[in-house]
């Protein structure tokens, strides 16, 4: 439980994981953004706070993350954290979001 009382679901991924083609998109290197930003004019500070919960899941792929509690089973329609290829993922989407 979070400290307020409110459930954290925790789903384990790892059999998923296994069995996911692994997604070789780069992710960022800071050394090289900060020689991008180097001596820019104005600087944007952008918070990714639930940055995931924008990626939507396919509709055919979301029976993959199912997951069952004493509530009822359920599946992730949005990104959920854990999954072998949610970095790239988002940092694609981040890449495609700027350009």
Partial sequence: RKKNGEIRICVDFRNLNQASLKDNYPLL?????LQVVTG???LSM???FSGYNQIEVSA???FKTAFTTP???FAYSRMPFGLTNSGATFQWAMDFAFK
């Fill in 29 to 33: 290197i800071m050394d090289q953004v």
């Fill in 71 to 73: 509530w009822g089973t």
């Fill in 40 to 42: 820019s004019e104005m």
């Fill in 60 to 62: 055919e792929d979301q």
């Fill in 46 to 48: 952008l918070d990714g």
